[in-house]
T-cell receptor, first 113, second 115 residues
Framework: ETGVTQSPTHLIKTRGQQVTLRCSSQ?????VSWYQQALGQGPQFIFQ???????GRGNFPPRFSGLQFPNYSSELNVNALELDDSALYLC????????????FGSGTRLTVV | AQTVTQSQPEMSVQEAETVTLSCTYD???????LFWYKQPPSRQMILVIR??????QNATENRFSVNFQKAAKSFSLKISDSQLGDAAMYFC????????????FGAGTRLTVKP
């Protein structure tokens, strides 16, 4: 059983640029959730994808967008990067009908300069 | 909206001793799930223990157990026989049973284990 993998592990971008982060979900899972974790804080929910559609969204602006593919992998896109977007971005997968909690990846550390 | 509060930013425990991490939450829902996650320096969030709100019995996983007080909206984690490998950030999390697309996390407690 494969776990959740994220790429890249680290990324440095300039303010105003766009970034795409990638996530492969755990085998047997059909939802992918994305979280932003600022330094010293708990993860904040960005959005979840199920059946290739957004299935709930936290308090993040529209410049945060995503995709889910037929193989349940996912992308997080952030446009017009701001300095405050610097954070650890965590991807988590789960099965919509099960309540065993999420399986997380190791995250992508994004630094915006 | 549901909120999760961890009032202890840092805790310290001697190896082989017991430590309890606190968590309170606010919700108007009757059915939900509570979780404790561990985040070591490797950054990956690892599920430690899970509690279903409709179950009165406290969950236990080896050295980890919880004290779930539904009326008080309290969900503490007890780590017995602490080991050096237990050192990490610990996050308490809440998820509604009716809406499983939003897991809310507390701000975390950094646990240090002294040899």
């Amino acid at each position: 059983e494969t776990g959740v993998t994220q790429s890249p592990t680290h990324l440095i971008k300039t303010r105003g640029q766009q970034v795409t982060l990638r996530c492969s979900s755990q085998s047997g899972h059909n939802t992918v959730s994305w979280y932003q974790q600022a330094l010293g804080q708990g993860p904040q929910f960005i959005f979840q994808y199920y059946r290739e559609e957004e299935n709930g969204r936290g308090n993040f602006p529209p410049r945060f967008s995503g995709l889910q593919f037929p193989n349940y992998s996912s992308e997080l896109n952030v446009n017009a990067l701001e300095l405050d977007d610097s954070a650890l971005y965590l991807c988590a997968s789960s099965h919509i009908d099960r309540n065993y909690g999420y399986t997380f990846g190791s995250g992508t550390r994004l630094t915006v300069v | 909206a549901q909120t999760v509060t961890q009032s202890q930013p840092e805790m310290s425990v001697q190896e082989a001793e017991t430590v309890t991490l606190s968590c309170t939450y606010d919700t108007s829902e009757s059915d939900y799930y509570l979780f404790w996650y561990k985040q070591p320096p490797s950054r990956q969030m690892i599920l430690v223990i899970r509690q279903e709100a409709y179950k009165q019995q406290n969950a236990t996983e080896n050295r980890f157990s919880v004290n779930f007080q539904k009326a008080a909206k309290s969900f503490s984690l007890k780590i017995s026989d602490s080991q050096l490998g237990d050192a990490a950030m610990y996050f308490c999390a809440y998820r509604s049973a009716f809406n499983n697309n939003d897991m809310r996390f507390g701000a975390g407690t950094r646990l240090t284990v002294k040899p």
